[in-house]
Structures are given as structure tokens and as C-alpha cells.
């Protein structure tokens, strides 16, 4: 049992993905550019809603629409990402046990700070203390570099003696080692076991109760 949590948001506590699908394919749709399916979508996220972007729009951010066709789904996303985002089932049932027992619990993520900030405040007001996106002007810059997780850490008060990362991802590993932390990784986000274990995942979760044992 550990004393304090770093999760991930997308893919970890958050379902987001019918939401971020929908906005990127509105701004493709908009600039007249070739939508994708939720699978393709699944693919790309994991590094910020740039890299998103990046990777769904013809060559990148070479194309000459690139700009304005993120800001676009900037604009949509900070619109509808609450149209069907959702908590995994058990999660809340989880982060409030957890809580009970005096764990300190945060959200790092590579989402835009607004976004991340405003989905913490609507889903978990009771449970996650400190919320820290994408906020690379401030100087923080975004995962895997252990900044925003040492913000969360300085934020909560608390060292990273006796913490934990959590996330769905390889970038999540990556940030977990990079920290010094220790990484579970869930097996319900976007990324599959075989891929994590590709990329150095040691541990495994198949639901968020077994974050209690």
C-alpha cells in the first residue's frame, strides 16, 4: 500500500476517448481533411493533444493547415469533452477508498491544463487534490520528462518516498522511471498488455479495486 498516487487522466481514471475522437475529426472535417476511426484515434494519443494532431492530420505539422486546424480542435474539445467522457467503472468507488485511508492522490497529464483542471473538478472535486496538465510556457515541461509529476509532489506536500505512478501507457512507464517511481499499469486504458510489456511494465492491474489490496 502506498501513501500517495500520481495518476494518469486519459486512458487510467478517464474514459475520453469517444470525446477526443470527435473533436479531431471535426477540425479534419472542418479543413477538409480525411477523418479517422476510434481505433486510429486510440493510437495516437498518449503525448498531448498536439502529437494528437500531429499524428491524425496529413504530414503533421508540415502541413500548412496544421495550426489552424489544432486550434480548431482546441476550441471544440474545450467545448465538448464532457459529451461522454466518463470515469471507469470502479474507479470512483476506488479513489474515494483510498482516500478514506489517508492516501494523498494527484493527476499529471499531457491533456491542456484548462482541460485537465476542469475534468478533475467535475469528476473527482472530493478525491484528487492536485490537478497538473500541459503548461510547457510555465516551464513544466510534459511527459515523460518527471516535471509535472514533481509539481504534483510539491503541490501535495509530500516527497516521493512511499508514492506511485499510475497509467496506461508507455509514456506513463517512461514518466514513472524518469520520477524514480514505481509504475502500475492498467490493463482497461488504451494501451494492451503485450504492448506494455514491450515497453518495460512490470505491473499489472485488471481493475481499479486492486488498487486497494
Not at 496544421?66 to 476506488?94: C, N, Q, W
Not at 509529476?149 to 508514492?163: I, P, R, T
Request: charged share 25%; glycine share 8%; hydrophobic share 40%.
Amino acid at each position: 500500500m502506498y501513501s500517495t498516487y500520481i495518476f494518469d487522466l486519459d486512458g487510467t481514471l478517464l474514459d475520453t476517448l469517444t470525446d477526443l475522437a470527435a473533436s479531431c475529426n471535426y477540425a479534419l472535417r472542418t479543413h477538409g481533411m480525411p477523418e479517422h476511426s476510434i481505433d486510429d484515434v486510440r493510437r495516437f494519443v498518449g503525448n498531448g493533444v498536439r502529437k494528437l494532431m500531429e499524428r491524425a492530420i496529413p504530414d503533421g505539422d508540415a502541413n500548412p493547415d496544421f495550426e489552424a486546424t489544432f486550434a480548431t480542435f482546441r476550441e471544440h474539445y474545450m467545448v465538448h469533452s464532457l459529451d461522454t467522457t466518463k470515469p471507469y467503472p470502479g474507479i470512483m468507488d476506488a479513489l474515494a477508498e483510498l482516500k478514506a485511508r489517508g492516501c494523498r492522490l494527484a493527476v499529471v497529464s499531457n491533456k491542456m491544463m484548462a482541460a485537465t483542471v476542469e475534468l478533475c473538478k467535475y469528476f473527482f472535486p472530493e478525491t484528487i487534490e492536485v490537478a497538473i496538465g500541459e503548461n510547457e510556457a510555465e516551464g513544466i515541461r510534459k511527459k515523460p520528462a518527471p516535471d509535472t509529476v514533481f509539481a504534483a509532489l510539491k503541490q501535495l506536500g509530500v516527497s516521493g518516498d512511499n508514492a506511485v505512478y499510475v497509467g496506461d501507457s508507455d509514456v506513463d512507464l517512461a514518466t514513472a522511471r524518469n520520477s524514480g517511481l514505481p509504475c502500475i499499469s492498467v490493463l482497461w486504458g488504451f494501451r494492451d498488455r503485450e504492448f506494455l510489456l514491450d515497453h518495460g511494465a512490470t505491473t499489472f492491474i485488471t481493475s481499479p479495486k486492486e488498487l486497494l489490496d
